[in-house]
């Protein structure tokens, strides 16, 4: 076999150069690397940068979903931290629809000095939905919507809640004034419970809580065990369970996936013997929350007496132990010193881990329900006067709640 020819000459000196230029472009580029400088990006038309640009610096990695630290479960428990929530209504500084009344609780959580903003109530309202993009600390993870038994969709409003990033809906609804009538065989009942079951539906692929007629204990009208509320009539425990099974049974039928089932008691002590009677039942239930209200502003014992409770009552049957535990509404109506106290109190309880159950805080931040002059607003007095140490005390115990453990904390979901 004959040998291949040589390369010509002139060949081998474009080679060589070739080579030559492709050793110092290494040579350089490991220089610039040393010193942590990335290659010069092309200008905005697409041309090369001019000689001696400064480099465009380099574009943070986009961290990929199996890379956050605290991911979400499908139950909608942070790992990391628990949620914050708001009802937010009753203020004077913002227009009474839903959308500014949010608003404007965010510009509170972070800016403790809006409270004392004029009243806009006589000036026209420009916001129809609440903020896009709030700044992080300054959006609540959690909003809580009331749903009376013929509101069976979600207004523009609170879908943008819905699709609000980093934003959770808690959705209180009552599918019928009579839990008997929505336990089955009332079509007019059965329809509603169809068409909101598509309403929820329609808001995949987002997750929402559901609450079925919060509080049920100061409704429970016969087969009560303890003495009835005044005006009581929604019917007994038996029937209060036949109408979760029942609405739960529709929502799995019509395909709907995206809910997480809320048991949200008032947890009031005078009706803690109706509270394993109204439970659902361990594989209806996701999470458990009840409604502490602190009338002396001790945020400890207002926590931890049902708290305590459901750890001595927890059994095979009723296992509230294994599910993650909640408040959906919370506050005080008390003086502005009393009410700071109460923030306080919650803040280092917040960072003892106190409550190591805890994963979502929802303050009750609006006049609606609070006495005449709304004192359960953050930052007005039982007397209706501003408290703006209250709202001071409020923000420290929203920063800490929403502030990541060190690690991931222990707990269901």
């Known amino acids: ?61 986009t961290p990929s979903a199996s890379a956050d630290p605290c991911p979400v479960s499908d139950l909608l428990v942070n790992p ?20 500014s009344q949010l608003a404007y609780a965010e510009r509170r959580l972070s800016g403790p000095a809006a409270l004392n903003e004029p009243s806009r109530r006589t000036e026209p309202s420009t916001l129809t939905e609440p903020t896009a ?10 909003v809580r919507l009331y749903h009376v038994p013929g509101q069976v969709t979600f207004s523009e409003t609170e879908r943008s809640y819905v699709e609000r990033p980093g934003t959770l809906a808690f959705v209180s609804w009552k599918p019928d004034p009579v839990w008997a009538r929505a336990a089955g065989g009332t079509p007019a009942v059965d329809a509603r419970i169809d068409a909101f079951a598509a309403s929820v539906k329609g808001l995949g692929p987002h997750k929402i809580f559901l609450s079925l007629h919060h509080e049920p204990e ?38 709907v996936s995206n809910v997480v089932w809320a048991m949200n008691y008032m947890g009031y002590q005078p009706w803690d013997c109706l509270v394993p009677a109204l439970w659902p039942g361990n594989d209806h239930v996701d999470w458990v929350t009840w409604d502490p209200y602190a009338p002396a502003g001790d945020f400890v014992a207002s926590v931890s007496r049902f708290y305590d409770r459901l750890e001595a009552t927890s059994d095979a049957e009723h296992d509230y132990a294994s599910k993650p535990w909640g408040l959906a509404e919370m506050g005080s109506n008390t003086s502005a010193t009393v009410a700071a106290g109460y923030w306080d109190a ?34 007005y007095d039982d007397q209706g006067e501003l408290a703006p140490r209250e709202q001071e005390a409020f923000s420290a115990f929203a920063e800490a709640v929403q502030t990541p453990a060190a690690a991931p904390a222990s707990g269901s979901g």
């Open 218 to 255: 100061n409704d429970v009208s016969k087969g009560n065990c303890a003495r009835p509320a005044p005006g009581a009539a929604a019917g007994s425990p038996a029937d209060y369970v036949a109408m979760w099974h029942h609405v739960r049974e529709r929502f799995d039928a019509a395909g």
């Open 346 to 379: 919650g803040r280092a309880a917040v960072q003892s881990d106190r409550f190591p159950r805890m994963k979502l805080w929802s303050v009750f931040d609006t006049s609606v329900n609070g006495g005449d002059n709304g004192g359960l607003r953050v930052g």
């Open 80 to 99: 990391c931290r628990a949620w914050l929530g708001v009802a937010a209504g009753g203020y004077p500084q913002a227009e009474d629809d839903q959308a």
């Open 133 to 142: 993009a709030a700044a992080p600390g300054q959006a609540f993870d959690v």
């Open 1 to 61: 076999m004959s040998s291949p020819p040589a390369p010509p000459r002139r060949r081998l000196l474009v080679l060589g150069a070739l080579g030559a230029l492709a050793l110092l472009l290494v040579a350089l580029l490991g220089a610039r690397a040393l010193r942590g400088e990335s290659p010069a990006a092309p200008t905005a038309d697409g041309t090369p940068p001019a000689a001696g640009a400064p480099a465009a610096p380099s574009a943070p990695a």
